[in-house]
């Protein structure tokens, strides 16, 4: 299926194209790789599909309520200063 992952701060989407049995960490991991924070700590971000948060990045996509054309938004978890 293909689902769209958007950074926050960015807001810009990002289509991929990803097996329903795969896990959210790792289409969260790319979009982090593809947007320049691959280094950073995962727990420094959180995952939500629907205005819910996905607690459990190790569910697959189809567990977590991904179909087709869904959008998982990833934002930093803490609010962060404004320069």
Do not use: C, H
């Not at 950073?40 to 190790?58: H, M, N, S, Y």
């Amino acid at each position: 299926i293909v689902v769209r992952l958007q950074f926050e701060p960015l807001w810009d989407a990002i289509a991929m194209d990803v097996r329903t049995d795969e896990p959210v960490m790792t289409l969260v991991r790319e979009l982090l790789r593809r947007v320049g924070e691959g280094a950073a700590p995962i727990g420094q971000f959180v995952t939500k599909l629907r205005g819910w948060e996905v607690r459990d990045l190790a569910t697959t996509v189809a567990a977590a309520g991904g179909r087709a054309g869904s959008t998982f938004l990833v934002a930093y978890r803490y609010r962060r200063p404004v320069r």
